[in-house]
């Protein structure tokens, strides 16, 4: 079910310009990225988002945004609506619309909802409390799903509502952010084209793109407030991006990891025990390793080790070792995962390293995964290929679940455009 709902925007003429507040995800801001974006403006969302590690930083960011509520700096819209998103890029040709509004939340069964990925519980606990402190959703999940199945005539389908507005009306606003996408925002307060896109999505299922630990904070603050005998109320909703797959494919980047307690020359030696190990030649870029395990990828899994003076290229696992270290019920697409094989074979077999939020970090870029374990901290990159989608959605049918962050979806929606303001469901 979708549902619309009173949106909290900034107002134009209290920040120094949209683009200026908004951010990318708060789980692929660095802390070179972080700075900057406070920079940028004083009421950036970054504030909100990641408001620190402190006890006291997720009730500080709810006064901040009450804040800014009072000020005028984030306004509530008057009427409840969905709202029409679209992101662009010129220089790369690409486009994705979708539609921001709430979700009902509940099992994969009775939700339609499902997660392929594992969760952390620290990531968890830390968005919920943001959540219960801010009383807001701060930024949407994004969630994929299958609109091929069309209606009668494309009006009647919610991708064809969005086509049609996005041609034929002025957005409520647009922004050019400084990696070159366009973001562009409709307000879609209309009943009729509401009840029109929440009747094509009724009945759908939908894959969690990007945002477990959101999902899994929605499912816990629903769940306490249950167990609190308050029923029903707006911890039944979740705040949601929505893209049609069929009509803007989704792109998969791949996500590495950091291993700050593992030297690379140490990593190398114990890989050799099961899989094929490849010094590259000195002076490789990591441009031209990424192209060489890219390569290797196409036959079968590969990583990338970084750390030293160079890179190593991990190839060929042996079959045996392999099929030993997998859990007895995994499906063969989830055994084949790249994620997979280093979770239980490279990280758990041959290294001894429980995959855990401390010992394990995570990067979605893999220059500065490098430039992490090469300026002075030590340990190893492990530089991986993108999954495959076809194999997500089958290990999410199959009802299992990847290991963490093991996929990227993209492109991912912008922090800031749209929050949502707890209050009764539809406001």
């Known amino acids: ?165 996005a041609t034929e009306r002025a957005p409520l606003l647009t922004i050019i952010t400084e990696d070159g996408v366009t973001h562009r925002l409709w307000r879609l307060s209309d009943p009729e084209e509401q009840a029109v896109i929440a009747a094509d ?28 005998d308050l029923g029903a109320g707006p911890w039944d909703y979740g705040l949601a991006f929505l893209v049609d797959s069929a009509a803007y494919p989704p792109r998969l980047g791949a996500i590495h990891r950091v291993l700050p307690g593992l030297p690379p020359e140490r990593a190398a030696e114990l890989a050799k025990a099961a899989f094929t190990v490849q010094e590259l030649p000195a002076g490789t870029s990591l441009a031209e390793a990424q192209q060489l395990l ?11 080790l970084a750390g030293g003076p160079g890179f190593t290229l991990l190839t060929h696992p042996d079959p045996v070792q392999l099929a030993a270290s997998m859990p007895a019920r995994a499906s063969v697409y989830w055994r084949r995962l790249d994620a997979s094989v280093l979770q239980q074979l490279l990280l758990g077999q041959l290294w001894g390293v429980a995959d855990s939020e401390h010992d394990v970090l995570i990067d979605h870029d893999a220059a500065n995964a490098v430039r992490t374990v090469s300026g002075g901290a030590g340990g190893t990159a492990i530089i991986s290929n993108p999954v495959s989608f076809a194999d997500v959605i089958e290990i999410a049918a199959n009802s299992e679940r990847v290991p963490r962050k093991s996929t990227s979806f993209g492109p991912k929606p912008r922090t800031g455009l749209v929050l949502r303001r707890f209050g009764p469901c539809n406001s």
């Open 1 to 165: 079910m979708l549902a619309p709902f009173r949106g909290i925007r900034y107002a134009r003429d209290r920040v120094s310009g949209i683009a200026n507040v908004t951010s990318p995800p708060y789980d692929v801001i660095n802390d070179g990225i972080l700075d900057h974006l406070r920079a940028a403006d004083p009421h950036n969302v970054v504030r909100l988002i990641l408001p620190g590690e402190d006890a006291e930083a997720s009730q500080a960011a709810g006064r901040l945004l009450g804040d800014w509520l009072s000020a005028g700096v984030l306004i509530r819209d008057r009427m409840p609506a969905l709202y029409l998103y679209e992101q662009s890029d010129t220089a790369s040709s690409w486009l994705q619309r979708g539609i921001i509004g709430l979700v009902r939340l509940g099992s994969p069964e009775s939700a339609g909802i499902l997660p392929h990925e594992n969760v952390m519980p620290g990531p968890v606990a830390g968005r919920r409390e943001l959540m219960e402190a801010t009383r807001s959703n701060l930024e949407p999940i994004f969630l994929i799903y299958d609109g091929e199945e069309a209606g009668d005539s494309p009006t009647e389908t919610a991708t064809g509502i969005l086509d049609q507005v």
């Open 201 to 228: 999505l009724a009945g759908r299922r939908a894959l969690i793109a990007d945002g477990h630990h959101r999902y899994a904070a929605y499912l816990q603050m629903q769940a306490e407030m249950r167990a609190s």
């Open 294 to 304: 890219a390569a290797a990828g196409r036959e079968g899994t590969a990583f990338l």
